[in-house]
């Protein structure tokens, strides 16, 4: 599935942060069901998914619409 998530975001040119092998991943990041994120899970998802995002930026600079003060 990661495989296939990576080569969409790709094609589309999106981005695509990948979980699998994770180095904070651990039990100690998932609610009582062990599928769901817990808080801590989720800022550690959001810490990466900004961390990818600024990457993006500062090696493609803003987007037309965040340059122009338009959006």
């Known amino acids: 599935l990661?495989?296939?998530s990576?080569?969409?975001a790709a094609r589309h040119g999106?981005?695509?942060?990948?979980?699998?092998?994770h180095p904070?991943?651990?039990?100690?990041?998932f609610s009582a069901d062990m599928i769901h994120p817990n808080r801590r899970g989720h800022a550690h998802i959001a810490?990466?998914?900004a961390w990818a995002l600024s990457g993006h930026a500062a090696r493609h600079g803003p987007t037309?619409?965040?340059a122009?003060?338009?959006g």
Not at 24 to 29: R, Y
């Open 2 to 4: 990661n495989g296939v």
């Open 68 to 70: 122009s003060g338009a």
């Open 14 to 21: 999106g981005l695509f942060v990948d979980f699998f092998d």
């Open 47 to 49: 810490s990466a998914v």
């Open 24 to 29: 904070a991943l651990g039990d100690a990041l």
């Open 6 to 8: 990576r080569a969409v």
């Open 64 to 66: 037309p619409a965040v």
